[in-house]
């Protein structure tokens, strides 16, 4: 049992609110305050199934390193939100590539990368290449392998009358 939440635009959390995330289970919760209106990271694992080695925080992203309780097998588990700001785009694909490069276990990452891969990942079209293929690049330099998401095609709306959705969550 894993939670990993982005944007929760929260500074911390009660108890009783993450008691009501893991139904009861003990598990061990760990969070990234968000700043002002903006980000936010909960990450929470079940210490019946995983122990915690180790936690890191950055700037776009949290990062645990877990162990599983019966098997002994161990990987990375990275919970990440990106900048909405083009001027901070750089800064945040420079920490995920040095967070990958230095991970030397499997890994499984999820987050709001509010970044697209594609021009097809945006209803409008109107996509700015640059950073998409700075993403994309980032993507297939690192070997990083995107798990097939069902549901919506997109994950996220501007919600207007003609709205512009995208698929920043990955």
């Given amino acids: 049992h ?52 180790k936690e890191e925080k950055g700037v776009f992203r949290h990062f645990l390193d877990l162990k599983n309780n019966s098997y002994s097998f161990q990987w990375c588990h990275f919970n990440v939100y990106g900048p909405v700001q083009d001027n901070r785009k750089a800064e945040f694909l420079q920490e995920l590539a040095e967070l990958i490069s230095n991970c030397h276990l499997p890994f499984i990452m999820g987050g709001d990368f509010n970044m697209v891969r594609r021009v097809e990942d945006k209803s409008s079209g109107n996509v700015d290449v640059r950073w998409m293929q700075a993403f994309k690049d980032l993507i297939d330099n690192l070997a990083i392998k995107e798990l097939h998401r069902s549901g919506s095609r997109y994950t996220w709306s501007n919600k207007q009358v003609m709205p512009v959705q995208s698929v920043l969550d990955r």
């Fill in 2 to 53: 894993f939670i990993c939440l982005q944007e929760t635009i929260k500074d911390s959390f009660r108890p009783r609110e993450l008691n009501s995330f893991s139904r009861g289970l003990d598990f061990a919760w760990s969070w990234i305050a968000s700043n002002g209106h903006s980000g936010g990271l909960l990450m929470g694992v079940d210490k019946e199934i995983v122990t915690v080695l």
